[in-house]
T-cell receptor, first 114, second 111 residues
Framework: DTEVTQTPKHLVMGMTNKKSLKCEQHMGHRAMYWYKQKAKKPPELMFVYSYEKLSINESVPSRFSPECPNSSLLNLHLHALQPEDSALYLC?????????????FGPGTRLTVL | QKEVEQNSGPLSVPEGAIASLNCTYSDRGSQSFFWYRQYSGKSPELIMSIYSNGDKEDGRFTAQLNKASQYVSLLIRDSQPSDSATYLCAVRGGSNYKLTFGKGTLLTVNP
């Protein structure tokens, strides 16, 4: 199994809603990532988890809250988002966090904030 | 601040031709180099990784790395319309191990 899966594929939410994005991998990878990608731009790193501990937070607003319940799962909790947060949210994983580790992306969740 | 620059594109080649995609990076301590392919509306797909100077071939794809010139390229031989996508160069290592992406080059292969 060489897949990273993400649910839901699409999400529409209002600015007062609370929702969660989910990511799962069964490759035994110990590093997992959340990225945000706007149209015609490269992915932007948001968070990195290594061995289920948050190791990097790229100064992301607190309305985004990551969680890593176990080594296979990664969640992103969303609350009080703004329309400018509409984007493709990508989860990725790699065997470890070191430079030589390849990162594999999931299919993404297309988020629209109304 | 690490920077990764890609040729601006869009790049258009006829079917069967060689497509050449280029990337330069600013951090001389960078250690690993990746090419991702991203179809419109889809997520990035890793197609090549390269860590040492020289060429690395995988099917129709060849990645070339020259650390002295801080340059990495991707050649696609016998280009097919299905290769039409945005190609993202990504670099890691050096001052931090964050994966830094270029802005991408849009490749169109014309039948």
């Amino acid at each position: 199994d060489t897949e990273v899966t993400q649910t839901p594929k699409h999400l529409v939410m209002g600015m007062t809603n609370k929702k969660s994005l989910k990511c799962e991998q069964h490759m035994g990878h110990r590093a997992m990532y959340w990225y945000k990608q706007k149209a015609k731009k490269p992915p932007e790193l948001m968070f990195v988890y290594s061995y289920e501990k948050l190791s990097i937070n790229e100064s992301v607003p607190s309305r985004f809250s990551p969680e890593c319940p176990n080594s296979s799962l990664l969640n992103l909790h969303l609350h009080a988002l703004q329309p400018e947060d509409s984007a493709l949210y990508l989860c990725a994983s790699s065997p470890g966090q070191g430079s030589y580790n390849e990162q594999f992306f999931g299919p993404g969740t297309r988020l629209t904030v109304l | 601040q690490k920077e990764v620059e890609q040729n601006s594109g869009p790049l258009s080649v006829p079917e069967g031709a060689i497509a050449s995609l280029n990337c330069t990076y600013s951090d001389r301590g960078s250690q690993s180099f990746f090419w991702y392919r991203q179809y419109s509306g889809k997520s990035p797909e890793l197609i090549m990784s390269i860590y040492s100077n020289g060429d690395k071939e995988d099917g129709r794809f060849t990645a070339q790395l020259n650390k002295a010139s801080q340059y990495v390229s991707l050649l696609i031989r016998d280009s097919q319309p299905s290769d039409s996508a945005t190609y993202l160069c990504a670099v890691r290592g050096g001052s931090n191990y964050k994966l830094t992406f270029g802005k991408g080059t849009l490749l169109t292969v014309n039948p």
